[in-house]
Protein backbone atom coordinates (compact mmCIF):
# COMPACT_ATOMS: atom_id res chain seq x y z
CA UNK A 1 0.00 0.00 0.00
CA UNK A 2 0.61 3.70 0.09
CA UNK A 3 1.00 6.34 2.75
CA UNK A 4 0.23 10.01 2.09
CA UNK A 5 1.78 12.40 4.41
CA UNK A 6 0.01 16.37 4.40
CA UNK A 7 1.33 19.22 6.96
CA UNK A 8 -1.59 21.03 7.08
CA UNK A 9 -3.23 23.82 9.21
CA UNK A 10 -6.60 24.34 10.92
CA UNK A 11 -7.99 27.83 10.98
CA UNK A 12 -7.27 29.35 14.77
CA UNK A 13 -5.76 26.07 15.89
CA UNK A 14 -2.26 24.88 15.08
CA UNK A 15 -0.15 22.82 12.54
CA UNK A 16 -1.18 19.13 12.16
CA UNK A 17 0.75 15.81 9.88
CA UNK A 18 -2.28 14.02 8.45
CA UNK A 19 -1.31 10.60 7.32
CA UNK A 20 -3.42 8.14 5.03
CA UNK A 21 -2.98 4.40 3.85
CA UNK A 22 -4.91 2.86 1.18
CA UNK A 23 -4.34 -0.93 -0.14
CA UNK A 24 -4.93 -1.60 -3.64
CA UNK A 25 -5.58 -5.03 -2.94
CA UNK A 26 -7.99 -5.46 -0.44
CA UNK A 27 -9.23 -1.57 -0.51
CA UNK A 28 -8.87 -1.28 2.62
CA UNK A 29 -8.09 2.49 3.83
CA UNK A 30 -7.09 4.89 6.61
CA UNK A 31 -6.57 8.00 7.92
CA UNK A 32 -4.31 9.32 11.07
CA UNK A 33 -2.85 12.93 12.46
CA UNK A 34 -0.08 13.75 14.61
CA UNK A 35 0.61 17.25 16.09
CA UNK A 36 3.36 18.72 14.63
CA UNK A 37 3.83 20.92 17.49
CA UNK A 38 4.90 20.59 20.75
CA UNK A 39 3.43 19.39 23.76
CA UNK A 40 1.13 22.26 25.18
CA UNK A 41 2.08 23.80 27.93
CA UNK A 42 -1.85 23.16 29.77
CA UNK A 43 -4.04 20.53 28.77
CA UNK A 44 -7.18 21.22 27.44
CA UNK A 45 -11.25 20.22 27.54
CA UNK A 46 -13.48 20.74 24.96
CA UNK A 47 -17.14 20.19 26.41
CA UNK A 48 -20.05 20.74 23.38
CA UNK A 49 -23.71 21.25 23.47
CA UNK A 50 -25.11 19.36 20.63
CA UNK A 51 -28.29 20.29 19.51
CA UNK A 52 -28.70 20.22 15.94
CA UNK A 53 -27.58 17.97 12.65
CA UNK A 54 -24.74 21.26 12.25
CA UNK A 55 -23.00 20.38 15.09
CA UNK A 56 -22.83 17.00 13.75
CA UNK A 57 -20.69 17.95 11.16
CA UNK A 58 -18.23 20.00 13.41
CA UNK A 59 -14.71 19.15 12.76
CA UNK A 60 -12.69 17.40 15.67
CA UNK A 61 -9.05 16.62 16.32
CA UNK A 62 -8.37 13.75 18.54
CA UNK A 63 -5.12 13.10 19.51
CA UNK A 64 -3.65 9.73 21.08
CA UNK A 65 -3.67 10.96 24.44
CA UNK A 66 -8.04 12.70 24.20
CA UNK A 67 -10.63 11.24 26.21
CA UNK A 68 -13.78 11.62 24.77
CA UNK A 69 -17.10 11.44 26.21
CA UNK A 70 -20.71 11.54 25.87
CA UNK A 71 -22.29 11.53 29.67
CA UNK A 72 -25.74 11.28 28.78
CA UNK A 73 -24.96 7.51 27.70
CA UNK A 74 -22.03 7.58 29.87
CA UNK A 75 -20.12 6.58 26.87
CA UNK A 76 -16.26 7.27 26.72
CA UNK A 77 -13.13 6.08 24.65
CA UNK A 78 -10.35 6.41 26.79
CA UNK A 79 -7.29 7.16 26.33
CA UNK A 80 -4.70 5.45 23.57
CA UNK A 81 -7.45 3.43 22.49
CA UNK A 82 -7.47 4.74 19.48
CA UNK A 83 -5.10 6.61 17.24
CA UNK A 84 -5.53 10.29 16.22
CA UNK A 85 -7.65 11.36 13.74
CA UNK A 86 -8.88 14.47 11.88
CA UNK A 87 -12.66 13.87 11.44
CA UNK A 88 -16.26 15.25 12.60
CA UNK A 89 -17.94 14.40 15.82
CA UNK A 90 -20.66 12.52 13.29
CA UNK A 91 -17.57 10.66 12.02
CA UNK A 92 -16.20 9.38 15.56
CA UNK A 93 -19.80 8.33 16.78
CA UNK A 94 -18.90 5.67 13.64
CA UNK A 95 -16.18 5.05 14.87
CA UNK A 96 -17.03 3.95 18.01
CA UNK A 97 -20.11 1.97 16.71
CA UNK A 98 -18.08 0.43 14.14
CA UNK A 99 -15.74 -0.29 17.00
CA UNK A 100 -18.57 -2.40 19.02
CA UNK A 101 -19.89 -4.20 16.30
CA UNK A 102 -16.77 -5.46 15.57
CA UNK A 103 -17.19 -8.82 17.61
CA UNK A 104 -20.85 -8.62 17.93
CA UNK A 105 -21.31 -12.40 16.28
CA UNK A 106 -18.98 -14.08 18.16
CA UNK A 107 -21.11 -12.16 21.26
CA UNK A 108 -24.23 -13.57 19.95
CA UNK A 109 -22.85 -17.21 19.67
CA UNK A 110 -20.98 -17.08 23.45
CA UNK A 111 -23.17 -14.71 25.45
CA UNK A 112 -26.82 -13.59 23.60
CA UNK A 113 -27.34 -11.72 27.06
CA UNK A 114 -24.38 -9.53 26.72
CA UNK A 115 -24.74 -9.21 22.62
CA UNK A 116 -28.02 -7.94 23.08
CA UNK A 117 -27.12 -4.99 25.20
CA UNK A 118 -24.65 -3.68 23.20
CA UNK A 119 -27.06 -3.69 20.38
CA UNK A 120 -29.48 -1.62 22.38
CA UNK A 121 -26.03 1.00 23.34
CA UNK A 122 -25.54 1.07 19.64
CA UNK A 123 -29.14 1.83 18.91
CA UNK A 124 -29.00 4.61 21.23
CA UNK A 125 -25.18 5.86 19.81
CA UNK A 126 -26.69 5.92 15.84
CA UNK A 127 -29.66 7.89 17.46
CA UNK A 128 -27.41 10.41 18.50
CA UNK A 129 -26.49 11.20 14.78
CA UNK A 130 -29.90 12.44 14.21
CA UNK A 131 -29.79 14.80 17.02
CA UNK A 132 -33.53 14.60 17.83
CA UNK A 133 -32.44 15.65 21.45
CA UNK A 134 -29.55 17.44 23.01
CA UNK A 135 -26.23 16.11 24.32
CA UNK A 136 -22.87 16.71 25.79
CA UNK A 137 -19.78 15.93 23.59
CA UNK A 138 -16.74 16.21 26.01
CA UNK A 139 -13.14 15.75 24.65
CA UNK A 140 -10.47 16.10 27.17
CA UNK A 141 -6.52 16.18 25.98
CA UNK A 142 -3.86 16.35 28.74
CA UNK A 143 -1.47 17.39 25.90
CA UNK A 144 -3.49 20.17 25.04
CA UNK A 145 -3.44 19.04 20.98
CA UNK A 146 -6.88 18.24 20.78
CA UNK A 147 -9.48 20.76 19.15
CA UNK A 148 -12.87 21.08 17.68
CA UNK A 149 -14.26 23.53 15.00
CA UNK A 150 -15.89 26.91 16.19
CA UNK A 151 -17.62 27.57 13.32
CA UNK A 152 -18.21 31.34 13.95
CA UNK A 153 -14.16 31.89 14.68
CA UNK A 154 -13.33 34.74 15.56
CA UNK A 155 -16.91 34.97 17.39
CA UNK A 156 -16.95 33.46 20.67
CA UNK A 157 -19.21 29.86 20.15
CA UNK A 158 -22.04 30.11 23.07
CA UNK A 159 -22.57 26.26 22.76
CA UNK A 160 -18.50 25.18 23.10
CA UNK A 161 -16.23 25.60 26.10
CA UNK A 162 -13.14 25.89 26.13
CA UNK A 163 -11.19 25.09 29.75
CA UNK A 164 -7.23 25.04 29.92
CA UNK A 165 -5.67 23.20 32.65
CA UNK A 166 -2.32 22.17 34.60
CA UNK A 167 -1.57 18.53 34.20
CA UNK A 168 -1.27 16.46 36.82
CA UNK A 169 1.70 14.41 37.57
CA UNK A 170 -0.03 11.27 36.57
CA UNK A 171 -0.88 12.72 33.08
CA UNK A 172 2.45 13.87 32.42
CA UNK A 173 3.96 10.80 33.05
CA UNK A 174 1.21 9.19 30.43
CA UNK A 175 2.49 11.87 27.94
CA UNK A 176 6.35 10.66 28.87
CA UNK A 177 7.46 13.93 30.54
CA UNK A 178 9.45 14.34 33.52
CA UNK A 179 6.84 13.71 36.22
CA UNK A 180 9.87 14.64 39.07
CA UNK A 181 10.18 18.48 38.74
CA UNK A 182 9.26 20.17 41.94
CA UNK A 183 6.18 21.65 42.61
CA UNK A 184 6.56 25.27 42.23
CA UNK A 185 5.34 27.34 45.13
CA UNK A 186 2.41 29.64 45.49
CA UNK A 187 4.41 33.17 44.51
CA UNK A 188 5.57 31.12 41.47
CA UNK A 189 2.52 30.12 40.25
CA UNK A 190 1.03 33.98 40.24
CA UNK A 191 4.47 35.43 38.45
CA UNK A 192 3.02 32.60 35.83
CA UNK A 193 -0.85 32.78 35.71
CA UNK A 194 -3.35 35.59 34.89
CA UNK A 195 -6.06 35.66 37.78
CA UNK A 196 -9.42 36.54 36.84
CA UNK A 197 -12.38 37.31 39.20
CA UNK A 198 -16.06 38.99 38.61
CA UNK A 199 -16.40 42.36 39.47
CA UNK A 200 -19.09 45.41 37.52
CA UNK A 201 -17.84 47.62 35.49
CA UNK A 202 -17.67 51.44 36.80
CA UNK A 203 -19.31 52.47 34.04
CA UNK A 204 -22.47 51.10 33.68
CA UNK A 205 -22.36 48.45 36.74
CA UNK A 206 -22.82 45.62 34.39
CA UNK A 207 -20.91 42.17 34.89
CA UNK A 208 -17.43 42.04 34.12
CA UNK A 209 -14.21 40.33 34.39
CA UNK A 210 -11.10 42.00 35.89
CA UNK A 211 -7.52 40.53 35.20
CA UNK A 212 -4.78 40.55 37.58
CA UNK A 213 -1.11 39.77 37.29
CA UNK A 214 1.79 39.97 39.28
CA UNK A 215 4.83 41.53 37.57
CA UNK A 216 8.44 41.54 38.31
CA UNK A 217 9.77 45.15 37.53
CA UNK A 218 13.72 44.92 36.38
CA UNK A 219 15.25 46.52 39.68
CA UNK A 220 12.65 47.19 41.41
CA UNK A 221 10.52 45.01 43.02
CA UNK A 222 6.97 43.24 42.42
CA UNK A 223 3.66 44.75 41.47
CA UNK A 224 0.22 44.12 40.87
CA UNK A 225 -1.17 45.02 37.52
CA UNK A 226 -5.22 44.93 37.03
CA UNK A 227 -7.00 45.71 34.24
CA UNK A 228 -11.22 45.56 33.73
CA UNK A 229 -12.88 45.45 30.58
CA UNK A 230 -16.74 45.84 30.06
CA UNK A 231 -18.35 43.92 27.05
CA UNK A 232 -21.95 46.29 27.28
CA UNK A 233 -20.32 49.32 27.54
CA UNK A 234 -16.63 48.78 25.85
CA UNK A 235 -15.20 50.64 29.40
CA UNK A 236 -11.30 49.90 29.70
CA UNK A 237 -9.74 50.71 32.68
CA UNK A 238 -5.46 49.40 34.69
CA UNK A 239 -4.68 49.89 37.74
CA UNK A 240 -1.44 49.21 39.42
CA UNK A 241 -1.16 48.29 43.51
CA UNK A 242 2.20 47.94 45.14
CA UNK A 243 2.94 43.88 45.73
CA UNK A 244 5.17 45.05 48.38
CA UNK A 245 5.26 46.14 51.73
CA UNK A 246 5.53 50.54 52.37
CA UNK A 247 9.07 50.95 52.51
CA UNK A 248 11.10 52.61 55.61
CA UNK A 249 11.68 55.94 54.04
CA UNK A 250 9.92 57.57 51.31
CA UNK A 251 11.15 58.48 47.83
CA UNK A 252 11.58 61.72 45.84
CA UNK A 253 12.35 60.92 41.84
CA UNK A 254 13.69 63.53 39.86
CA UNK A 255 14.08 63.44 35.87
CA UNK A 256 15.25 65.72 33.47
CA UNK A 257 13.85 65.64 29.91
CA UNK A 258 16.39 65.85 27.60
CA UNK A 259 15.81 63.94 24.33
CA UNK A 260 12.35 62.93 23.08
CA UNK A 261 13.24 59.16 24.09
CA UNK A 262 12.75 60.10 27.60
CA UNK A 263 9.51 59.55 26.74
CA UNK A 264 9.56 55.60 26.26
CA UNK A 265 10.77 55.28 29.70
CA UNK A 266 8.50 53.00 32.16
CA UNK A 267 7.07 54.53 34.63
CA UNK A 268 5.20 52.67 37.88
CA UNK A 269 3.15 55.87 39.60
CA UNK A 270 1.50 54.24 43.18
CA UNK A 271 -1.47 55.45 44.60
CA UNK A 272 0.31 57.59 47.28
CA UNK A 273 2.41 59.49 44.26
CA UNK A 274 2.40 62.98 43.80
CA UNK A 275 3.39 64.29 40.31
CA UNK A 276 4.98 67.72 40.00
CA UNK A 277 6.55 69.74 36.66
CA UNK A 278 8.19 72.69 38.32
CA UNK A 279 8.29 74.52 34.64
CA UNK A 280 4.52 74.45 34.05
CA UNK A 281 3.96 75.56 37.80
CA UNK A 282 1.82 71.85 38.05
CA UNK A 283 1.30 69.51 40.30
CA UNK A 284 -1.11 66.72 40.95
CA UNK A 285 -1.49 65.38 44.64
CA UNK A 286 -1.37 61.90 45.93
CA UNK A 287 -4.37 60.11 45.08
CA UNK A 288 -5.45 61.64 41.52
CA UNK A 289 -5.30 59.05 38.56
CA UNK A 290 -4.72 56.31 40.86
CA UNK A 291 -1.88 53.76 40.35
CA UNK A 292 -0.12 53.49 36.68
CA UNK A 293 2.29 51.25 34.73
CA UNK A 294 2.78 53.11 32.22
CA UNK A 295 5.42 55.28 30.01
CA UNK A 296 6.50 58.58 30.91
CA UNK A 297 4.62 59.92 27.74
CA UNK A 298 1.49 57.82 28.60
CA UNK A 299 1.44 59.58 32.11
CA UNK A 300 1.41 63.53 30.39
CA UNK A 301 -0.76 62.34 28.32
CA UNK A 302 -3.46 61.24 31.22
CA UNK A 303 -2.24 64.66 33.12
CA UNK A 304 -3.63 66.29 29.93
CA UNK A 305 -6.71 64.38 29.38
CA UNK A 306 -7.50 65.24 33.52
CA UNK A 307 -7.18 69.24 32.73
CA UNK A 308 -8.96 69.10 29.49
CA UNK A 309 -12.04 66.62 31.39
CA UNK A 310 -12.15 70.16 33.99
CA UNK A 311 -15.84 71.06 34.48
CA UNK A 312 -15.25 74.83 35.56
CA UNK A 313 -13.27 75.11 32.26
CA UNK A 314 -15.97 73.14 29.82
CA UNK A 315 -18.84 74.87 28.32
CA UNK A 316 -21.15 77.48 30.08
CA UNK A 317 -18.47 77.34 33.04
CA UNK A 318 -15.84 78.41 31.79
CA UNK A 319 -14.44 82.14 31.09
CA UNK A 320 -12.59 83.50 28.47
CA UNK A 321 -9.34 83.91 30.60
CA UNK A 322 -9.50 80.23 32.30
CA UNK A 323 -10.23 78.69 29.05
CA UNK A 324 -6.89 80.42 27.71
CA UNK A 325 -4.86 80.15 30.61
CA UNK A 326 -5.49 75.93 29.65
CA UNK A 327 -5.16 76.32 26.32
CA UNK A 328 -1.59 77.39 27.00
CA UNK A 329 -1.14 75.12 29.82
CA UNK A 330 -2.00 72.10 27.35
CA UNK A 331 0.10 73.54 24.60
CA UNK A 332 3.15 73.96 26.65
CA UNK A 333 2.13 70.07 28.27
CA UNK A 334 2.62 68.99 24.28
CA UNK A 335 5.68 70.51 23.74
CA UNK A 336 7.42 68.84 26.31
CA UNK A 337 5.65 65.17 25.34
CA UNK A 338 7.37 66.12 21.24
CA UNK A 339 10.69 66.69 23.35
CA UNK A 340 10.65 70.74 22.03
CA UNK A 341 10.93 71.83 25.40
CA UNK A 342 13.24 70.66 28.49
CA UNK A 343 11.67 70.52 31.65
CA UNK A 344 11.78 68.30 35.03
CA UNK A 345 9.31 65.99 35.86
CA UNK A 346 9.22 64.86 39.83
CA UNK A 347 7.34 61.77 42.05
CA UNK A 348 7.57 62.11 45.53
CA UNK A 349 6.12 58.81 47.15
CA UNK A 350 6.29 58.45 50.71
CA UNK A 351 5.28 54.98 51.00
CA UNK A 352 8.63 54.44 48.33
CA UNK A 353 6.55 52.56 45.89
CA UNK A 354 6.84 54.08 42.62
CA UNK A 355 9.79 53.99 39.93
CA UNK A 356 11.10 55.77 37.11
CA UNK A 357 13.27 53.34 34.11
CA UNK A 358 16.67 53.92 34.21
CA UNK A 359 17.41 53.68 31.04
CA UNK A 360 21.49 52.70 32.06
CA UNK A 361 20.84 50.29 34.70
CA UNK A 362 22.85 48.99 36.61
CA UNK A 363 25.07 52.29 35.44
CA UNK A 364 23.85 55.32 37.06
CA UNK A 365 21.52 57.90 34.59
CA UNK A 366 22.78 60.95 34.18
CA UNK A 367 19.33 62.86 33.89
CA UNK A 368 17.57 60.79 36.84
CA UNK A 369 17.98 61.71 40.49
CA UNK A 370 16.18 59.12 43.21
CA UNK A 371 16.57 60.38 46.75
CA UNK A 372 15.18 58.61 49.85
CA UNK A 373 13.60 60.79 52.86
CA UNK A 374 12.45 60.09 56.58
CA UNK A 375 8.63 60.71 56.64
CA UNK A 376 7.11 63.69 58.28
CA UNK A 377 4.47 62.71 61.02
CA UNK A 378 1.73 64.21 58.63
CA UNK A 379 2.61 62.16 55.68
CA UNK A 380 2.63 58.56 57.93
CA UNK A 381 -1.11 60.10 58.82
CA UNK A 382 -1.86 59.98 55.49
CA UNK A 383 -0.80 56.21 55.10
CA UNK A 384 -2.10 55.52 58.17
CA UNK A 385 1.15 54.15 59.97
CA UNK A 386 1.09 56.33 63.00
CA UNK A 387 -2.02 53.69 64.35
CA UNK A 388 -0.92 51.00 62.80
CA UNK A 389 0.85 48.42 65.18
CA UNK A 390 2.11 45.53 64.13
CA UNK A 391 4.38 43.86 66.34
CA UNK A 392 2.96 42.84 70.50
CA UNK A 393 -0.59 43.77 69.25
CA UNK A 394 -1.74 40.67 70.42
CA UNK A 395 -0.44 40.29 74.25
CA UNK A 396 -2.12 44.12 74.23
CA UNK A 397 -5.43 42.91 72.88
CA UNK A 398 -5.35 39.84 75.46
CA UNK A 399 -4.44 42.01 78.28
CA UNK A 400 -7.29 44.78 77.49
CA UNK A 401 -9.97 42.11 77.93
Keep these: GVTRLLLTRIPFFKEIIVSSFACDSCSWSNTEIQSAGRIQEQGVRYTLAVASRQDMNREVVKTDCATARIPELDFEIPAFSQKGVLTTIEGLIDRAVAGLEQDQPVRRATDEEVASKI ?120 EVKSGGAIEPQGTRITLRITDPSDMTRDILKSETCSVEIPELEFELGMGALGGKFTTLEGLLKDIRDLVERNPFALGDSSTPSKAEKLQEFIGKLQEIVEGRTEAHVILDDPAGNSYLQNVYA ?36 ASGR
Design 119 to 238: DAFIGKLKGLKEARSPFTFIIDDPSGNSFVENPRAPQKDDALVVTRYRRTPQQAAMLGLESDEKPADAAEDLRNEVLQFNTNCPECNAPANTNMKLVQIPHFKEVIIMATNCDSCGHRTN
Design 362 to 397: PEEDPELRVERYDRTFEQNEDLGLNDMKTEGYEQEG
